[in-house]
């Protein structure tokens, strides 16, 4: 898997899991589906970042996210 392909599925996982222990939280739940997701997300991003030649900035993120979009749905 490409070092930006595991970013942008990374922070999804990781904002997915964000909206999933609200919900668990609210309806009186587990939250571990919100957990699993978040390490998932977590060991996905440090895959990336481990991979990549370089380093990645803040600023570089919107622009990897629309070239991995732009490459694997257009």
Not at 20 to 38: E, N, V
Not at 62 to 70: A, D, E, H
């Amino acid at each position: 898997m490409e070092p930006d392909l595991a970013l942008v599925i990374g922070l999804f996982f990781i904002g997915l899991s964000i909206l999933l222990t609200i919900s668990a939280l609210t309806a009186s739940r587990s939250a571990a589906a919100g957990i699993f997701a978040f390490i998932t997300g977590t060991l996905l991003v440090g895959f990336a970042f481990v991979n990549v030649h370089g380093s990645y900035s803040i600023a570089e993120i919107p622009q990897i996210l629309m070239s991995v979009v732009s490459r694997y749905l257009m």
